[in-house]
């Protein structure tokens, strides 16, 4: 059996998708019933980039299931700089049971799947979140109902990790997924692609627009997400500015209004109000994002256990 990893949405099929969201959904109602890293076994978990949520989420996850966190410093590793990528998957392959990475390119963590010799989780990369996604979708369903056949529509930077993992993950669902982002920050080709094959696979369908209403109009779920990107502070100015080229795609009353009168609202945090939400909805009756918050936890115990439960049946040892 190959060794699994969650890199990007679309690593898990449309069933095991499913069988995880139901795992989390289980674990969030026993929290301490699920002991797959009971040991304690070590997960290391890499952070390159700035984190609040990950990092606790994580942590707290790993705690729960049994296991030890072993948290490191992507400052003082330097993966990559003070030594391959390769050698580093290679050294923490061997003292822990999984490892979860957050970092710049996609490449970075195709490599390091590719020489760990355990499951890599991927806490972030500058192409997809799909933790973050597994989180979100745990609380669509909770608020929403079964996910086939419903519509989330996001409004913000097209070309960003959480617009790409929506397409992936939303379309993998069986959801009709829609991004209303200007035409110049339009998601990557064959990211488009491909969940344009997983909705017509499994029954939903995918938009890409530039006009914010028909992303919204009649929406089951609307979310956004900041218009600066870690990794993109120098173009703050340009992104957040007067010419934002993201300011008709705030998520603003106005715009809320257009969605289902039932919708809930979704942002991964951190927030910027007044930039791309202002603070009536995301402090609002349609707001559930520290629902969406403390979701991390339970769907990233599940991705982990299903994960390191499939290493286990495929390599006893
Ligand atoms: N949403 C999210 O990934 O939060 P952090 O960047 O704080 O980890």
């Keep these: 059996m190959p060794l699994r990893h969650f890199l990007r949405d679309d690593d898990v099929t449309h069933e095991e998708q499913a069988e995880i969201l139901a795992r989390a959904a289980r674990i969030k109602g026993a929290p301490f019933t699920d002991r797959t890293l009971v ?51 290679r050294v923490m392959g061997r003292e822990s049971v999984a490892i979860v990475w957050r970092t710049y390119g996609q490449d970075r963590i195709e490599e390091m799947a590719r020489y760990a010799q355990v499951p890599v989780i991927n806490a972030l990369t500058d192409d997809f979140h799909p933790c973050q996604i597994l989180a979100d979708l745990l609380t669509i369903q909770e608020h929403k109902g ?11 930077d097209g070309a960003n990790n959480m617009a790409q993992s929506y397409l992936l993950g939303a379309a993998l669902a069986g959801m009709h997924i829609r991004i209303g982002t200007p035409a110049s920050h339009q998601p990557k080709p064959e990211i488009l692609a491909r969940a344009e094959e997983l909705a017509a696979e499994h029954g939903g369908s995918v938009l890409v627009t ?74 609002g009756p ?32």
């Excluded at 100015?237 to 257009?258: I, K």
């Design 146 to 156: 079964a996910l086939p056949g419903l519509t989330l529509g996001y409004c913000g």
């Design 286 to 317: 349609q707001s559930v994002v520290w629902d969406e918050s403390e979701n991390r936890l339970h769907a990233q115990k599940a991705i982990l256990a299903w994960l390191v439960e499939q290493h286990r049946a495929g390599d006893p040892t």
């Design 39 to 89: 040991g304690p076994e070590v997960v290391a978990v890499l952070f390159d980039k700035q984190t609040l949520r990950t990092q606790l989420s994580f942590s707290a996850a790993i705690a729960h299931l049994g296991g030890y966190p072993m948290v490191v410093d992507g400052k003082l590793a330097q993966v990559g700089v003070r030594e391959s990528i390769a050698d580093v998957a």
């Design 210 to 283: 530039d006009d914010p209403v028909e992303t919204v109009s009649g929406a089951d779920a609307v979310a956004t997400d900041t218009w600066v990107s870690m990794g993109q502070e120098k173009e703050k100015d340009s992104r957040q500015g007067a010419e934002s080229p993201f300011a008709r795609f705030q998520v603003n009353a106005g715009l809320m209004a257009q969605a289902d009168p039932g919708a809930v609202f979704l942002h991964c945090l951190p927030a910027y109000r007044g930039f791309e939400v202002t603070e009536d909805v995301i402090d």
